[in-house]
């Protein structure tokens, strides 16, 4: 019987350790995708300004194509993470309004300040 809890508890450790490898990894990309894109999003804003990023976006129909493409993305990002934020009890309207304003950010950041133990049951639930 104590073999079996001893067992059960090195198999628990060796579990929690895996997934707190993959939500390292998962953080150090997200802070690497949210700098790469956080510098090129204010590069893009340093020479055409917000207006002048919505503007190129309705330059032709195939920037409206990739524009639609990008609304429709942010919706299923905000679908997800509405929730995921009502199963953790996270407040989801300042990731709402950054998705709406900027896109992107919204989700990332929202990944990103996930906290750990909310990170560990959506790791372990998917998979």
């Not at 300004?49 to 609304?71: E, P, T």
């Not at 299923?76 to 998705?99: E, H, N, S």
């Amino acid at each position: 019987m104590t073999s079996q809890v001893i067992a059960a508890m090195r198999a628990s450790a060796q579990h929690d350790a895996t997934i707190n490898r993959k939500e390292i990894a998962m953080r150090t990309v997200l802070i690497l995708v949210l700098a790469a894109f956080g510098a090129f999003t204010t590069y893009a804003m340093w020479q055409v300004g917000y207006l002048g990023i919505w503007q190129a976006g309705m330059g032709s129909v195939g920037a409206w194509q990739v524009l639609l493409d990008l609304i429709v993305m942010s919706c299923i990002a905000l679908g997800l993470i509405w929730r995921d934020a009502r199963l953790t009890g996270r407040t989801v309207w300042p990731f709402a309004l950054l998705t709406v304003a900027a896109g992107s950010f919204g989700p990332l950041l929202y990944l990103l300040l996930a906290p750990r133990s909310a990170a560990r049951g959506t790791l372990r639930a998917a998979t």
